[in-house]
């Protein structure tokens, strides 16, 4: 009778030991780096917080993954040296995911198109895309896809400049009509720079493709399956348009 407890015991502790092993094959907690200095994507608030649209996306990935998630400022130089090196398990920092950068890490879901789009002030209505601009004068930083975008849009005329917040000036003070930029880039001089806020709004859907990912090192399919798990339910809800509207819109 003792024997048979004993092996019930042992039964019952090794049910346990493997479903503990189980747990273990999802981590508990993924540690982020990202360069806070590219707002309103990431960026360091007054408290000295680290916060913006991807720190909202991964925390809501997060919650959904069932993992907790750690965020590192890390200068942009460095970032993916240490990514390889081991310090950290992933990069969420505006990372536009490419062919060359796959061939040396591994891609979340992309989870934003972060192309080129078009700002206009607040009272022009009836705008939404860069064709319905014909015969005006459209702004971008030279040498940028944006500025190849106006070059392509029939009846526009393309004004350049060295410094896109000079373009910005420009369309505030009513020198051109709109300007043509990527999406983040919109979203921190329209919606969050203080000169600019209920002046300027951003009208349409991105016209070009420039997807943002979640970098992680080459083979590490654990760290990348939870993110995909919390970002692929995050993308389907509600959440996603909440904070997108938050940094965004």
């Known amino acids: 009778m003792r024997k048979t407890v004993v092996i019930i015991a042992l039964i019952l502790a090794a049910g346990v030991l493997f479903v503990a092993g189980c747990k273990k094959q999802e981590p508990e907690k993924i540690v982020i780096a990202t360069d806070a200095t ?16 991807d720190i909202d996306l991964m925390n809501a990935a997060a919650k959904e ?55 206009v002030r607040q009272e022009l209505e009836g705008v939404e895309q860069l064709e319905q601009l014909k015969g005006k004068n459209v702004g971008a930083q030279i040498g940028t896809t944006g500025a ?20 910005f ?12 930029c990527d999406t983040p880039v919109a979203a921190q001089f329209a919606l969050q720079n203080e000169n600019y806020k209920g002046k300027l709004k951003i009208v349409g859907q991105p016209f070009t493709e420039e997807y943002y990912g979640v970098a992680v090192k080459k083979g590490n399919s654990k760290v990348l ?10 993308l389907k809800t509600d959440s996603y348009a909440q904070i997108e509207a938050k940094w965004l819109r």
């Not at 190849?148 to 373009?167: N, R, S």
């Not at 000036?169 to 043509?180: M, S």
């Open 65 to 119: 993954g069932k993992f907790a998630v750690e965020f590192r400022n890390t200068a942009w130089d460095g970032i993916f040296a240490g990514l390889e090196a081991g310090e950290y398990d992933a990069v969420m920092s505006s990372v536009t995911i490419t062919d060359e950068r796959k061939q040396t890490m591994d891609f979340s879901v992309p989870y934003i198109n972060a192309g080129q789009i078009l700002i």
């Open 148 to 167: 190849f975008e106006v070059e392509k849009a029939a009846g526009v005329t393309l004004k350049t400049y060295d410094e896109i917040g000079l373009a």
């Open 225 to 234: 399956e939870a993110i995909n798990k919390g970002l692929e339910k995050v």
């Open 169 to 180: 000036e420009d369309l505030a003070n009513g020198r051109i009509e709109a300007v043509v």
């Open 38 to 53: 590219w707002p309103p994507m990431e960026m360091v608030n007054e408290s000295k917080e680290i916060v913006g649209f």
